[in-house]
């Protein structure tokens, strides 16, 4: 009887597949590598943009600027100092940039509400008074092409009234913009949120010299018309 090699019809075929199969080319495995590199940096920038959108929504939610007042309005409704700091609901620090203008300068609650005698020692000696934050009211007594567009004379007191002959202390007004006083002319009631200046001395008809204080309004409410 003939030996046999020990091997079965099923494994010689086996062996012989193995030893012919052709191994992957480099050039596709190269297409491959580079595919995933690619599919990798993908991944990566869409949730770098998706964290950065978050970061910004979270911003956008945590202060708003008031357009009307410049003031800032943190997130759980509290107002912050221009440049301040606050802490959101989630913890995070948001850092809320200072508006082009003073917020303080045009919030009403800050000026001082004076009376008459009060008044008196400002217009007595301006200069110990200097920006110093006040209430007045007063007439507008001159306001034209002589005075210009952004300052104007007037009689004021710490107290209104309803008509010019109330009022008796001579006063210069201006003001940082002319659009502040778009809306005055000359015999208007006023009621102005100020700045106590320097004195100042100019020369009234019949060439009378007058040395008067000057206050810097920020805010002017017309109140009336006394002609």
């Known amino acids: 009887m003939k030996r046999g090699s020990g091997l079965s019809n099923d494994e010689g075929s086996s062996g012989d597949t193995d030893s012919t199969r052709s191994p992957t080319p480099t050039w596709v495995r190269a297409i491959i590598a580079v595919l995933g590199v690619v599919l990798l940096m993908i991944v990566f920038a869409v949730l770098t943009t998706d964290s950065e959108d978050q970061g910004a929504s979270n911003n956008a939610r945590g ?118 006083l778009a809306d005055v002319v000359e015999g208007d009631l006023v009621t102005m949120y100020a700045t106590v200046g320097g004195p100042i001395t100019y020369d009234a008809r019949g060439d009378v010299r007058i040395t008067v204080p000057t206050f810097t309004a920020q805010i002017v409410e017309v109140t009336g018309y006394s002609n």
């Open 63 to 180: 202060a708003v600027i008031d357009a009307r007042d410049g003031s800032v309005v943190a997130a759980d409704g509290t107002t912050l100092v221009p440049g301040w700091s606050s802490q959101t609901g989630g913890g995070a620090s948001i850092a809320v940039p200072a508006p082009s203008l003073d917020a303080a300068r045009y919030d009403r609650s800050s000026y001082e509400v004076l009376d008459s005698r009060d008044l008196a020692f400002i217009v007595k000696d301006p200069t110990q008074h200097l920006d110093r934050k006040v209430v007045l009211h007063g007439y507008v007594q001159q306001f034209d092409t002589v005075t210009g567009l952004d300052t104007f004379h007037a009689l004021v007191d710490a107290v209104p009234h309803s008509s010019r002959f109330g009022y008796r202390d001579r006063a210069v007004i201006s003001s940082p913009t002319s659009e502040i």
